[in-house]
């Protein structure tokens, strides 16, 4: 027979039909927090018949680290991030795991510094990293000591554990749309292009093998992006907004042949709907507007942004479990047998920002 499953708190919401975060507080008790009688009742009661067992800490030091789990992120005005970041914190409470968020704003030197940190001064249950590291060599290396999961665009020279979505796959999802919508020509705009971030150019890649596949040439996309010494110019709580909102002002003010734009996730294409609007453009009447992440704000009324989705808070969950499995293989003295790498297949979601193509 099978190990049972464990029952964690994501169980527990599903069966009470409240939400996860309801299911923690409430079992923890904490303070200054208040839910219904019976909304506590029927949490208790859940737990109970599912044979909830809360994870009993281990006694340590008040500044050891080695339940904490670090996130390498490159910023948090992208909601991507934050919804990742998210979805890792709750799952790693489901293990008694605490997590530390390390913003780098993409500086190499930064990152330098969290790295020399963890190495040496530091023991950690483990590091996530939601963008491309600057040091791949250096954070292979490491992943020999300590478990790291990378999430983000697949690449092969990476030797540790991986959660992605080819970034291909969504753009060429996205092409096919607006090409069923009878659209020829489309402008992609993009933050920075780089070696380091490379789903920026494989989603322009994805763009025009679809405009290729389907017979309609090869100058269907256009690519435009900002320099790095633009792009750092910018507000850094606004880089990506302000990438599609300026882009877009400065292309339209130069005359397009484009119908419809997409930007490099859904906050680049929300500054593209705003420069729109701005300058008294309809979306979709005479552009269509894609993006791509599928964050909460894409859904409301006056956005209602065509996009893709890929399960982010799927992915933290799963980067948060491949840790877990790690370091219980470690406290039983199990070799490590193989690398996981999974891929979480996208979908797209149809808005009110695309439309039929403009005579």
Known sequence: MGKKKKVTTKDIAEYANVSQSA??????????????????????????????????????????????????????????????IHSIT???????????????????????????MLRRDVEVAGIVYLYPTSFLSEVNQMSKLLPIVNIGDKNDEIIFDSIHVSSTKP??????????????????????????????????????????????????VTLRSLSSGEYNL????????????????????????????VGYNDMVAIGILDALYE????????????????????SMNRISLTTVEHSIEAKGREAVDIIARLRDSKTKNQPRGFVTNLEFEPFIIKRKSTGRARN
Do not use: W
């Open 23 to 84: 299911v923690s507080m409430i079992l923890n008790q904490k303070p200054n927090v208040s839910f219904s009688e019976e909304t506590r009742q029927r949490v208790f009661m859940a737990a109970e018949e599912l044979g909830y067992h809360k994870k009993k800490t281990v006694s340590t030091p008040e500044h050891s680290l080695s339940e904490v789990i670090v996130i390498m992120c490159p910023f948090l005005s992208n909601h991507y991030y934050t919804i990742l």
């Open 90 to 116: 709750e799952r790693a409470h489901d293990y008694g795991y605490l997590t530390f968020v390390a913003p780098t704003l993409r500086n190499p030197s930064t990152e330098q510094y969290y790295l020399d």
């Open 171 to 220: 753009a060429y999802l996205v092409a096919e749309h607006l090409i069923s919508l009878g659209h020829k020509k489309i402008t992609y705009i993009s933050t920075p292009i780089s070696s380091v971030e490379r789903s920026r150019s494989k989603r322009y890649e994805g763009l025009c093998r679809a405009f290729e596949d389907h017979g309609l040439g090869e100058n269907c």
């Open 234 to 261: 910018l507000s850094p709580n606004l880089l990506e907004y302000s990438s599609g909102f300026n882009l877009t002002k400065q292309i339209l003010m130069e005359g397009t042949d484009s119908t419809a734009f």
């Open 279 to 298: 300058m008294k453009y309809r979306v979709p009447a005479d552009f269509s507007v894609c993006g791509f992440d599928n964050v909460p704000m894409a």
